[in-house]
């Protein structure tokens, strides 16, 4: 008789710090959700990203979308062990996180932390936009590509001096036309040229 696989324990039996754990075990780099889901079948779906919201909170993990996907990386803010070695930069595709603001930035009554994310073209150059996350609410919003640098170390130069006016302009840009901000899928694929 053929052995049947258990099914991953349901909400009600887990432990959330538990999958928090397991996924900072497992996350060395950026990765797609959806690949993170895969690499921890022991737990359900809707408990990794319970826990992926609770780190992101704790500002241990960032998670952004490019293209279509969403995307998880550690935090260097949120970070208690020792800063990695840094990495060259990798082949086209994944997109990274290149710079963490250490405090938020406020408009209109709400703050906003602030993460420059950059991804490397084709012809080696690296683009990188903005994106912001509302503290109090679970609103995140994107710029359209903000700069176009020779290199991912140039972008990280880039992103570490950016200024609050530079940011509150960059927020304003992000903000759909209404005034109501949605999530990243209104900024879903930014033209990296």
Known sequence: MARRASAPPSSNDVEISDVERRILERLSGT?????????IPEFSNADVERAIKTL???????????????WVAPSSLGNTREP????????????????????????????????????ERDDGTWGGWIQFRDVEGD?????EPETSQP???????WASGIEDVYLDDA???AMPESGNASDTSRRDAPSIR
């Not at 609103?139 to 710029?143: F, I, L, V």
């Not at 290199?151 to 130069?157: I, M, T, V």
């Open 84 to 119: 990695r070695e840094r990495r060259r930069p990798r082949a086209v595709g994944h997109p990274e996180v290149i710079y963490e603001r250490p405090h938020s930035i406020s408009r209109d009554g709400s703050e906003y932390l602030v993460v420059v994310i950059g991804v």
């Open 139 to 143: 609103r995140t919003m994107r710029t």
């Open 151 to 157: 290199n991912r170390d140039a972008l990280e130069y």
């Open 31 to 39: 990765t797609d959700r959806q690949v993170l889901f895969d690499m």
């Open 171 to 173: 927020l304003r840009r």
């Open 56 to 70: 992101e909170w704790k500002r241990r993990i960032i998670r952004f979308t490019d293209r279509g996907s969403v």
